[in-house]
T-cell receptor, first 117, second 116 residues
Framework: AQKITQTQPGMFVQEKEAVTLDCTYD???????LFWYKQPSSGEMIFLIY??????QNATEGRYSLNFQKARKSANLVISASQLGDSAMYFC??????????????FGAGTRLAVHP | DTAVSQTPKYLVTQMGNDKSIKCEQN?????MYWYKQDSKKFLKIMFS???????INETVPNRFSPKSPDKAHLNLHINSLELGDSAVYFC???????????????FGPGTRLTVL
């Protein structure tokens, strides 16, 4: 069974508009972390935002926010005021358990976002 | 002031050769990882090391041998390279936080390996 599902292979958005990238996850572990990474065409993996399973509030980092709905097991990334430089591949990932190398990061298939001027 | 660095960035080699990829992090993290990203962009963990000890070995052929000489370095040696080994290999590092739950992994720039 897929642990992390990103149902949108590709999305596009107009510059300055907001966009939501979907991510659903599957785990029975009460302790887990959810991450979003950005991979531009240059290839590096850039950490964007983290949400812990016990966090009461949705995470925010600048123009990025995570819409965490625990009961629905979804962790959607919202990018506000899109910029041309946001065009990239976006990966949702989950780490079950305690971390520290003992639990792997499981990635979704990614969503390719194109920002149009 | 690069946080996680890898060398080389590109590696082109013939089938059957042996090659190494080096990774260094200057973040003071105690855990390091190797991931493989295939041609469809799918990322999968290969290994993790915590304080130089192998923790995760994710059903990787034994032609792949990681080595961690110290906490700041994790190298990947690949013997008898095959066409299917062509991929981008990412090194990452993390530090288990006081709360034990954050443990964000920071990635290196990747090494694009092409086996001809």
């Amino acid at each position: 069974a897929q642990k992390i599902t990103q149902t949108q292979p590709g999305m596009f958005v107009q510059e300055k508009e907001a966009v939501t990238l979907d991510c659903t996850y599957d785990t029975s572990d009460p302790s887990y972390g959810l991450f979003w990474y950005k991979q531009p065409s240059s290839g590096e993996m850039i950490f964007l935002i983290y949400q812990g399973s016990y966090d009461q509030q949705n995470a925010t980092e600048g123009r990025y926010s995570l819409n965490f709905q625990k009961a629905r097991k979804s962790a959607n990334l919202v990018i506000s005021a899109s910029q041309l430089g946001d065009s990239a591949m976006y990966f949702c990932a989950m780490r079950e358990g305690r971390g520290g190398g003992y639990n792997k990061l499981i990635f979704g298939a990614g969503t390719r976002l194109a920002v149009h001027p | 002031d690069t946080a996680v660095s890898q060398t080389p960035k590109y590696l082109v080699t013939q089938m059957g050769n042996d090659k190494s990829i080096k990774c260094e992090q200057n973040l003071g993290h105690d855990t390091m990882y190797w991931y493989k990203q295939d041609s469809k962009k799918f990322l999968k963990i290969m290994f993790s090391y915590n304080n130089k000890e192998l923790i995760i070995n994710e059903t990787v052929p034994n032609r792949f041998s990681p080595k961690s000489p110290d906490k700041a370095h994790l190298n990947l040696h690949i013997n008898s390279l095959e066409l299917g080994d062509s991929a981008v290999y990412f090194c990452a590092s993390s530090q288990l936080g006081l709360a034990g739950l954050t443990d964000t992994q920071y990635f290196g720039p990747g090494t694009r390996l092409t086996v001809l």
